[in-house]
């Protein structure tokens, strides 16, 4: 016994000195892998392109099928050696739930086409390219765990975003821009356009910055134009630019159960306009279940309200799906040539989507104080929930506006038909001039004082933390509340027994000025580089920088120029005039030096 005790006890030590160079090579090897799995990810999508993209062989078909598997028992494979090089494996296990959710589906199929083709088959299958292929279920599953895959890791890719030393307003910027491109490229697939139909690069480029900003002008007709898979494409990227990029992918980081890390926090919170860091996961998960709930009951309307007898269930269905992203993220896109004017008596639709349009222009924020969620504060006492000084704002601005629009519309615009007709239609364009985009009358044909109109209400845009554009209703509601105080002599800005901060008059200025200064620039430009009337170049300019989408029918025949100066006016109009501010210029430090009061300026 006593002899044999020294070699139990060498016996554990060279097994502790095993487990330690184990475990010191374990981080080594998880991120060899991961930087492969990055690879790898890289060919599945690049995989996808190829078969949905592009018009391939039936030959290059069944390469591309079976590399998908191969990338498939490769995600199987990677998953097995993490867990194998963690220390606490159940609780790997736990935390990444999704991967292995994913794992098991692999495996549990991966059964079942054994069962039925047998090994040997199956390896003649990968090898042999005569061989009878799998079932496309089998095919399509693959893919499918295969954009899961992707949408796993785009979930790491944002963190790491995240830590990048950028501001947030930079990071908002990026994340805009990298979609951009995306789209881009998508949008330049040979299947994404319909037969007999070519895109340029630069009409590409317009297209997927006027879906990302969420703003409809067009320059090619987006129902004729492009395949059902361009469609698809463009409604994707309205949802990604309605939403932006880093709350959808701080929605599945928290779907995926790993949570929100500090700096991600501070960028939404930025992003969002929210002033809570504590409130971020809440509103996220907020915004996304309202974006759902509001879209599927726009679909549900829109299926029942539309009247052409012609369309099949398929269609009518997929129209209402559209239409119904669309007017939600106030991007004014639609699949009709000639956008709603077919449907100017169809009076449920045109409600639908005015409902939409005016719910998405309230912002997140004051959607979820409406609906009393718990992001404000409640009083103690009397356990009524009190509607924070930005909800009343936006409420009172916006039902203003709607209002005002619609009787000045009326009485300015001479609108033929019944008085239902003329009251509805004038209230849509009260409405779709909030950084909508959809019009149920020619605007080309409007007069010249409604087109001002317009111009004035596309110019003040939506609410912040929304998904439209333009000065934001806070802004105006800002500038009049601090010209009342001017006028009345007081020092201070009051709004609802509340005194207003001048950082935020100092910033509602900024946005104004610059807002201005902006359309008048660019409006120049346009006159330089463009043969058409000055006032339908200004309202294609206040409509772009507005992220509007309302034309007078001048941009598919803008030039080259005209629509890279467009281009940049929906960029600059959808990321915000101050995220632009911040984002190029270089936080300094504040010097606790104050000079001496000067009043012996004259304004005015």
């Known amino acids: ?80 050696v993490k867990l194998l090089f963690t220390l606490e494996k159940l609780e790997y296990i736990r935390t990444h739930w999704f991967e292995s959710a994913l794992v098991l589906l692999i495996i549990t199929e991966a059964s079942l086409v054994l069962h039925e083709l047998g090994l040997s088959q199956f390896q003649n299958y990968l090898v042999d390219l005569n061989v009878k292929a799998l079932t496309r279920l089998t095919i399509v599953g693959a893919q499918v765990v295969i954009i899961l895959t992707i949408i796993s890791g785009a979930v790491r890719l ?42 340029s690069w630069l009409d590409s480029l317009f297209t997927a910055t006027s ?87 726009g679909v549900v309307l829109l299926f029942f309200s539309w009247d052409l007898p012609q369309w099949s269930l398929g269609q009518r269905l997929y129209h209402s799906l559209f239409h119904s992203v669309s007017a939600f993220c106030n991007a004014g896109f639609s699949l009709n040539g000639d956008s709603l004017m077919s449907f100017n008596q169809n009076y449920p639709v045109m409600l639908t989507i005015a409902m939409l349009i005016i719910v998405g222009g309230l912002g997140f924020v004051v959607m979820i104080d409406l609906t009393r969620g718990r992001i404000f504060e409640y009083s103690p006492k009397k356990r009524v929930h009190r509607y924070s000084v930005h909800t009343r704002l936006v409420l009172i601005i916006t039902s203003v506006l709607l209002i005002a629009g619609t009787v000045l519309f009326l009485l300015i615009e001479p609108f033929e038909g019944s008085w239902t007709f003329k009251a509805l239609n004038a209230f849509f364009c009260s409405v779709t001039a909030r950084t909508a985009g959809f019009n149920t009358v020619d605007i080309g044909h409007l007069t010249t004082s409604s087109a001002l109109l ?97 034309s007078r029918g001048i941009t598919a025949g803008l030039s080259s120029w005209g629509k890279l100066i467009i281009i940049v006016s929906m960029f600059v109009g959808r990321v915000g005039v101050l995220t632009l501010a911040f984002a190029i210029t270089t936080p300094r430090e504040h010097l606790r030096v104050e000079y001496p009061e000067e009043k012996n300026v004259m304004v005015g």
């Open 1 to 80: 016994m006593e002899q044999g005790e020294p070699r139990i006890e060498g016996l554990k030590a060279f097994w502790n000195t095993l487990k330690i160079r184990f475990y010191e090579v374990s981080d080594k090897v998880i991120h060899a892998v991961n930087i492969s799995l990055f690879f790898v990810s890289i060919a599945a999508l690049v995989s996808l392109a190829l078969e949905y993209g592009f018009y391939i062989s039936p030959q290059m078909e069944q390469i591309i099928e079976r590399v998908n598997i191969v990338i498939v028992l490769y995600y199987v494979l990677q998953y097995f």
């Open 158 to 199: 944002n963190r790491r975003i995240a830590y990048l030393r950028f501001h947030p307003a930079q990071t908002l910027m990026l994340s805009f821009f990298i979609v951009i491109v995306l789209g881009t490229l998508l949008l330049k697939l040979p299947r994404a356009v319909a037969p007999g139909h070519q895109l």
């Open 211 to 297: 879906a990302t900003c969420v703003t409809g002008l067009i320059v090619v007709d987006t129902g004729t134009h492009f395949s059902m898979l361009g469609q698809l494409i463009i409604l994707t990227l309205i949802q990604i630019g309605g939403l932006g990029i880093m709350t959808i992918s701080s929605f599945f980081a928290l779907f995926l159960g790993r949570g929100m890390a500090i700096r991600e926090r501070i960028m939404l919170q930025e992003m969002l306009n929210v002033e809570r860091l504590d409130a971020i996961t809440r509103l996220v998960k907020g915004v996304i279940l309202i974006t759902f709930l509001m879209e599927a009951l």
């Open 454 to 550: 317009l111009m004035l209400l596309m110019f003040i845009g939506a609410s912040p933390g929304s998904t439209g554009g333009g000065i934001k209703t806070t802004t105006l509601g800002i500038l009049i509340a601090s010209f009342i105080s001017i006028i009345r002599g007081k020092t201070r800005i009051e709004l609802f027994r509340r005194s207003i901060s001048f950082t935020i008059l100092n910033r509602a200025l900024v946005v104004f000025a610059f807002a201005i200064s902006f359309i008048m620039l660019s409006s120049f430009l346009l006159s330089l580089t463009e043969q058409a009337d000055f006032l339908n170049l200004l309202f294609e300019e206040i409509s772009a920088f507005g992220t509007v989408g309302l």
